[in-house]
């Protein structure tokens, strides 16, 4: 198959490593109860994560699996679609996050149920990522 | 009545999805996100948790569940196949080494291939006519020698061709079911 006019997909486009590298890395900053982050594509791919050394590539296709998942009870129960999903645990937390329109998504793993300043922040990754890649 | 929980295994664009839409008589449950990689099979989604569908074989229900065809998703395979009774393996035969996809998939399930009922569908067959058949029955029969495989060439669009499958299937779980309970 040539693949001459196949698009670079997002996780090997320097571009866009490059900018959810650098929204994760602002996150990680802004949000003390953040442990874990990673931006992924829909369809489970990783992008970028912090930290950046370790494990937890699962963690992007599990997010992937989440998030349509979320998407399909929407569907089922006819209320719409989804933006975000949250998983509260009984040792930390989880939140899925869509980047606005596009077709990647934001997943932090938290110390403890995300407060609504946790939230606010994770909004605003969002939204920042998706500012950097319109740019 | 009986119910059975079959899997549909297989590499990304063996056509599990489409089968399941095939078979089922309720509404897809489909868990479908944009391919971002073209790259590795040329289609625009790709399934991310699951598809489940349900067929009704008077007096007996089914439950068919898709499962993401790539290592990726492998989380989702361990939690589905705790429930499996049966497993349809898709690989389509314009792949390259589709006899190595059923190598892998009969290998990964070859716990559920020992209890319940395996049988193995071929996709695009009529593409190009070759050896693959052999080469798939052979594969089947090197990763489980006690058992015999069934190997079908199928359309997983079409209907009639998915229920034989299906039926087939059922019909080796049921086979297995009864020479473990006989004395």
Known sequence: ?135 | MAEYVILFAGPMGAGKTTAIRSLSEIEVVSTEAANSDRTIVDKPTTTVALDYGEIDLDPDKVRLYGIPGQARFDFMWEILRERAMGLIVLVNADAPEPERHVYEQLTAFAELAATGGVVVGVTRYDIERTDIGDRIVATARAVLPDRVTPVFAVDARDREQMRTLLLSLVADIETRRALVESP
């Open chain 1, 1 to 135: 198959m040539s693949t001459a006019s196949v698009p670079v997909p997002p996780h090997r486009d320097p571009e866009v490593v490059s900018a959810a590298g650098a929204a994760l890395a602002h996150l990680a900053a802004a949000c003390r109860a953040v442990r874990a982050a990673t931006v992924l594509t829909d369809d489970g791919f990783e992008i970028a994560r912090v930290p950046s050394a370790g494990g937890g590539a699962r963690l992007a296709s599990m997010a992937s699996a989440l998030l349509a998942l979320a998407d399909a009870v929407a569907r089922e129960l006819r209320i719409g679609g989804s933006d975000h999903v949250q998983l509260a645990a009984e040792h930390g937390a989880v939140v899925v996050l869509r980047v606005a329109a596009r077709p990647c998504a934001l997943v932090a793993v938290l110390d403890d149920r995300p407060d609504a300043d946790d939230l606010a922040e994770l909004r605003r990754t969002t939204e920042r990522l998706d500012a950097a890649l319109r740019d």
